[in-house]
């Protein structure tokens, strides 16, 4: 959050944001976004200037969008709202995505130079890409300021959505995505292998244009899967998530061994994507 004003965006059958004062007493604006049908907010960022930007499942064929929209089942909304309003004049832009399936937005962010970054799972073969991958999958799509897009991927074969997933995104632009994959075709470029359980969590970075900097499984034998992820100065990248697995791969840990049917883990991931120290919880 930049400045000294708090946005809060509630989940609804139509998606609104209320922005108040830094001291909570007085309300700045309160406005609705969506149309004739339901309309659900799933996230929400504070950008450079005070800009918000919105993302949510729309479901209203009169949602409000600024760029034309793909054909097929839109499912993802991305939409930044000027720094000082709720009206119809404020909304900057508004643009759909979406394939022929389904899509499910788990992560979005923004970067120091304004850009947006937003992650989830599609199980359209058709969603819109730059790079001519396809789902399923989980997909990361980085906008400009203005709503252009500057790559849109895929990272294939999903298999299922067990678990929520996250993005961090560094100083440089670098993105950093986990959540799970049910698939031993996931794109590993570190030599890691699926765990053979129910699930593995995953982990890639993507550097400023798309492409792929390390990608990697995370899990043992069980169900395991990528919650969320945080970053350092250094390029670590911490990972938070949950696992079955009695041979999750543990080192320095400060719980070694599996507690229970289900144990947080949280992982520390140098720049490479080398496993630095990680823990049952």
Request: contains cysteine; charged residues 15%; aromatic residues 8%.
């Amino acid at each position: 959050m930049y400045g000294k004003k708090l946005c809060i965006l509630a989940l609804a059958a139509t998606a609104f944001w209320t922005q108040a004062a830094a001291v909570g007493q007085t309300l700045d604006y309160s406005s609705l976004l969506g149309g004739r049908k339901e309309d659900g907010g799933r996230a929400h960022v504070t950008a450079h200037g005070g800009s918000v930007i919105v993302v949510s499942t729309p479901s209203s064929p009169d949602f409000p969008v600024t760029f034309p929209s793909p054909t097929g089942s839109v499912q993802i909304s991305v939409t930044k709202i000027a720094p000082n309003g709720g009206g119809a004049s404020d909304l900057e832009w508004s643009l759909l995505l979406g394939g022929s399936g389904t899509e499910r937005v788990r992560g979005l962010d923004v970067d120091a130079s304004g850009n947006i970054y937003v992650t989830g799972t599609t199980a359209s073969s058709d969603f819109l890409t730059t790079d001519g991958t396809s789902g399923p999958g989980i997909f990361v799509l980085k906008l400009t300021a203005g709503g252009s897009v500057v790559y849109s991927t895929v990272l294939g074969e999903a298999g299922g959505d067990l678990e929520n997933g996250g993005l961090a995104v560094d100083d440089s632009g670098n993105a950093f995505v986990t959540g799970s994959t049910s698939a031993a075709t996931f794109p590993d470029t570190l030599g890691t292998a699926f765990g053979g359980g129910q699930s593995d969590a995953v982990v890639a970075r993507l550097d400023p244009s798309g492409s792929i900097v390390y990608s990697r499984f995370l899990g043992g034998s069980g169900a395991d899967g990528g919650r969320d992820v945080a970053l350092d100065s250094a390029g670590n990248a911490y990972v938070f998530g949950r696992t079955g697995s009695a041979d999750f791969p543990v080192a320095g840990a400060l719980q070694a061994q599996l507690a229970g049917p289900i144990d947080a883990f949280v992982a520390r991931l140098d720049a490479n994507g080398g496993i630095a120290a990680a823990t049952y919880l």
